[in-house]
């Protein structure tokens, strides 16, 4: 009987581990360990796991002594604590489906050549109906050889749900582990990196769930118009630098990817210069620049540059005017996103027509089977992309005034947001009442600048404990000359006022009110970030000061310290302007 080792990272998935560890345990025909990695989860996660390893001694429990991210944390587990003929990596949010061990280990022990076997998922949503599916011992299978399998990973993406991805042990400690350099694309890295030392293998059935979120670390990477292009071309990128004397082709198969990536760039570009408010297209257009010279050329090239030409505000004005007259466009359109992550979407490779491929068994299974991270050669627009997101979120849009607003920042959902022991509320101002009333038995460490709202700061720790600080914090301590309600001068960094805060117990909320200063007040706050679970940040859209940020320079240096886009709280746009001018982003550690 195969043995499979079976890592499971959690981080903050307290509520889904037990669910997760039970889809393991209860595979037949293999011999299964399970090692669960606390990441140091600032949720139930301790009390779950040791009930799990209570019962079942075939699990193990570890935390880590500081986060390490999920790379850090996965390469923790498969490669200094697996020895098993097989290892599998599974997050703590997902789960195999009846048999998906069995079918995987069967294929591989038949087929020594095969190094990394994997089958379809089914996506997964918590206020979804359960999915039920069958446990087939006879599926129909495939043998991809590994040049193919590279070819579809250039030509179309990832073709591997990581919930149902079984490496052969020996394989995994040869190649190495998962790459940080790829947050979002380390799995496809990984397999490409497997298909160089062998052939895949694919069992046409159901293997694992993929549960899609608020929380997961793709949710707010999807919703860039770009999408994921720019880490996939550097993952390549780097797979050729290092495999292609050994794979010539991928040479050609790259020059192909970055022609496809600069036309679908010029295509989305085209599309976001008309929407109003949206400066995003300058953005793509330089990853455009990265792919080459040849996209000027294209037609999506073309019909950008005649967009430009005739100017935005005529094109955008055009575009009403097809639609209230019904003009169909010439040019070819662009879709929205397809719900790829939609509840019950199986995802996943299946390799039905390639003559190159080896298949046998009984149960044969045709039809539609989706690529991972999308459709393919559809790039997505922001716009409907972020409606149907929003909408699934559930916010609501409303009007009030002059303004349009998306509002959510109240006590019940904070509430239900994170319980922390400590909030640094930076830019205290008037107050943020929905913040105290969510959290009343939380210490406070109030940050406030300006002296006239000194008072307000006093009446607010009348009522919640807590302390005060009364100096301008920024990216380094240094003495200004200006004074603060105190009568203090200088400035400081919530680094400093941290080290010094009567209480650092987790979990650690931070609000950020900087009036365009937010990005210079975070660079100050490394120390903190690194044991703080939540950020609420008033990020601004368009720059407040002249050496101030831009919108996503503040969302990738939080994605670079850790953080991903959990939420929104609160949009005002006034509609006189043509974009909004801040946004309450609820960040949370990845």
Wanted: with cysteine.
């Amino acid at each position: 009987m195969s043995t499979v080792d079976v890592v499971v990272p959690c981080y903050n998935y307290g509520r889904y581990l037990k669910g997760c560890v039970e889809s393991i345990l209860s595979q037949r025909d293999v011999e299964v360990r399970v090692l669960i990695i606390d990441d140091v989860s600032p949720d139930n996660t301790p009390v779950v796991a040791e009930e799990i390893i209570a019962a079942d001694s075939r699990v193990s429990y570890t935390r880590n002594e500081v986060n390490l991210g999920l790379i850090g944390t996965a390469n923790k587990g498969v490669m200094d604590w697996a020895r098993a003929d097989y290892v599998a990596l599974l997050s703590a949010d997902d789960a195999l489906t009846p048999g998906s061990l069995a079918r995987a280990t069967t294929l591989m022990d038949a087929r020594p050549d095969v190094v990394l076997t994997y089958g379809t998922a089914l996506m997964l949503h918590d206020d979804s109906a359960e999915l039920a599916v069958g446990d087939p011992h006879d599926p129909e299978f495939a043998v991809v050889p590994g040049w193919l399998f590279l070819l579809r990973m250039f030509d179309y993406g990832n073709a591997v749900p990581s919930p149902c991805a079984v490496m052969r042990t020996s394989i995994q400690h040869r190649i190495g582990g998962y790459n940080p350099q790829f947050k979002h694309t380390s799995d496809v890295d990984m397999w490409m990196r497997a298909a160089t030392a062998g052939s895949v293998g694919v069992v046409n059935a159901v293997q694992g769930f993929y549960r899609w979120h608020v929380t997961n670390m793709s949710a707010a990477y999807q919703l860039r118009p770009i999408g994921d292009r720019a880490e996939v071309l550097a993952t390549c990128e780097r797979f050729v630098k290092f495999y292609g004397d050994e794979f010539p082709d991928t040479r050609v198969w790259l020059k192909h990817m970055k022609r496809r990536f600069g036309d679908e760039a010029m295509l989305i570009a085209s599309e976001c210069m008309v929407l109003p408010g949206n400066n995003s297209w300058q953005d793509i257009l330089k990853f455009a620049k990265v792919c080459g010279s040849e996209y000027w050329t294209s037609p999506s090239g073309w019909r950008f540059l005649s967009k430009r030409f005739v100017g935005r505000h005529a094109a955008t004005a055009f575009r009403l005017l097809q639609r209230t007259i019904g003009l169909k466009s010439r040019s070819v359109p662009v879709r929205a996103n397809e719900a790829w992550y939609d509840h019950g979407t199986e995802i996943g490779w299946w390799p039905e027509d390639s003559r190159h491929c080896r298949r046998w068994g009984k149960s044969k299974r045709r039809g539609k089977v989706g690529n991972w991270r999308g459709i393919e050669g559809k790039p997505g627009v922001l716009r409907e992309f972020v409606r149907t997101t929003l909408k699934n979120f559930g916010y609501e849009v409303h009007k009030s005034g002059t303004s349009a607003v998306l509002e959510r920042y109240d006590s019940s959902y904070l509430s239900r947001l994170c319980r922390p022991e400590v909030v640094f509320d930076v830019g205290v101002g008037d107050g943020t009442p929905a913040l105290y009333q969510a959290f009343p038995d939380a210490y406070f460490v109030m940050i406030e600048s300006r002296a006239e709202y000194g008072d307000k700061v006093r009446n607010i720790l009348q009522k919640h404990k807590g302390e005060a600080h009364y100096k301008p914090v920024e990216h380094a301590e240094c003495s200004s000359g200006r004074t603060s309600p105190d009568g203090k001068a200088g400035s400081t960094t919530l680094d400093s006022i941290f080290r010094s805060a009567g209480s650092k117990q987790r979990p650690i909320l931070l609000k950020i009110d900087a009036e365009g200063k937010e990005l210079e007040v975070l660079q100050g706050a490394k120390q903190l970030l690194q044991s703080t679970d939540f950020v609420i940040a008033e990020v601004s859209v368009g720059r407040q000061l002249e050496s101030g940020y831009r919108f996503e320079e503040l969302i990738d240096w939080m994605r670079g310290h850790g953080f991903s886009v959990f939420s929104f709280l609160h949009v005002e746009h006034e509609e006189s302007e043509a974009r909004p001018r801040f946004i309450d982003v609820v960040f949370k550690r990845s």
